[in-house]
Nanobody, 127 residues
Framework: QVQVAESGGGLVQTGDSLRLSCAASGRTSRNYATGWFRQVPGKEREFVAAVSGTAVSIYYADSVKGRFTISRDNAKGTVYLQMNSLKPEDTAVYFC????????????????????WGQGTQVTVSS
């Protein structure tokens, strides 16, 4: 079993930056393909970014492309989401999800492609 835990959320102002961390533990190999999703109350969870186990493949939602950067440090078992130029519409609970594979599938934006989920961390961007 793999445990996933997010951290780094908080309250920031428009234009500020924030870095989220996703720590995965439970197995020897830490090369899990990992995705970030976010959810606003009353709306479906939406894809934000994904990275393969070796960081060769990286994908972003159009809404965050150019502002957010996903990266990973496999030695630490951690995936990061660097969020720059934050906007009020980025306000959401951000979830990290890991796959039982280092490979990112073509349907990387679908929640069901991921096996393990964290509890989420709140990001609030004030205007």
């Amino acid at each position: 079993q793999v445990q996933v835990a997010e951290s780094g959320g908080g309250l920031v102002q428009t234009g500020d930056s924030l870095r989220l961390s996703c720590a995965a533990s439970g197995r020897t190999s830490r090369n899990y393909a990992t995705g970030w999703f976010r959810q606003v109350p009353g709306k479906e969870r939406e894809f934000v970014a994904a990275v393969s186990g070796t960081a060769v493949s990286i994908y972003y939602a159009d809404s965050v492309k150019g502002r957010f950067t996903i990266s990973r440090d496999n030695a630490k078992g951690t995936v990061y989401l660097q969020m720059n130029s934050l906007k009020p519409e980025d306000t959401a609970v951000y979830f990290c999800a890991a796959r039982d594979s280092s490979y990112v599938p073509s349907a990387y934006y679908r929640e069901r492609q991921y096996n393990y989920w964290g509890q989420g961390t709140q990001v609030t961007v004030s205007s």
